[in-house]
């Protein structure tokens, strides 16, 4: 599992720069602001997230990617719990292994293989399985908010 250590946090901050997300570290031991499951996962306030050394990327990346998901009126009050309902959580699922393919240290891949590791479910029993066999609701989520295009790219924009 790929973890937010600093040869990682570079290219997660350029990655995320797309989107205005600013990404805080937090030193070793110390609470993570705004961490919805609790350390060392990824916490969320506003536009910034914050990690840890040992935050798993994934948890980073869907942090990220329920702020890019999320309405405008959502974002300036979000703080912890990103909220939002099936449609969107699945959109964040799909979007994060997306982005995956846009940190040279990882693919979509690794993500979808750390997701299942660290226990996320899905209707078909993987990430993987969900993903390339039953997620076209997702990604016509994505389409329809106008944060993939039709081939299935990033648009780089956040949900209006």
Known sequence: MFL???KHISELLTLLQHYQLKIHTVAEQ????GSWFGEPEAGIIQNRLYVRS???????LHE???????D???????????GGDYDEENGVCYLQIL??????????????????????TFRLG????????????ARLWLQRHGLIDQAGKPTWKLRQ
Not at 64 to 70: A, K, P, T
Not at 72 to 82: E, M, N, P, V
Not at 126 to 137: G, K, L, T, V
């Open 72 to 82: 405008q009126s959502r974002r300036k009050g979000l703080h912890t719990d990103a």
């Open 99 to 120: 982005l995956a393919d846009y940190l040279p240290f990882m693919n979509r891949k690794q993500m979808m293989t750390d997701m299942d590791d660290w226990g996320y």
């Open 126 to 137: 993987s990430a993987q399985r969900w993903f390339e066999e039953d997620a076209e609701d």
């Open 30 to 33: 110390q609470n993570i602001p």
């Open 4 to 6: 937010c250590q600093n």
């Open 64 to 70: 990220s990617c329920h702020y890019i998901c999320m």
């Open 54 to 60: 040992d935050t798993p990327v994934h948890s980073a």
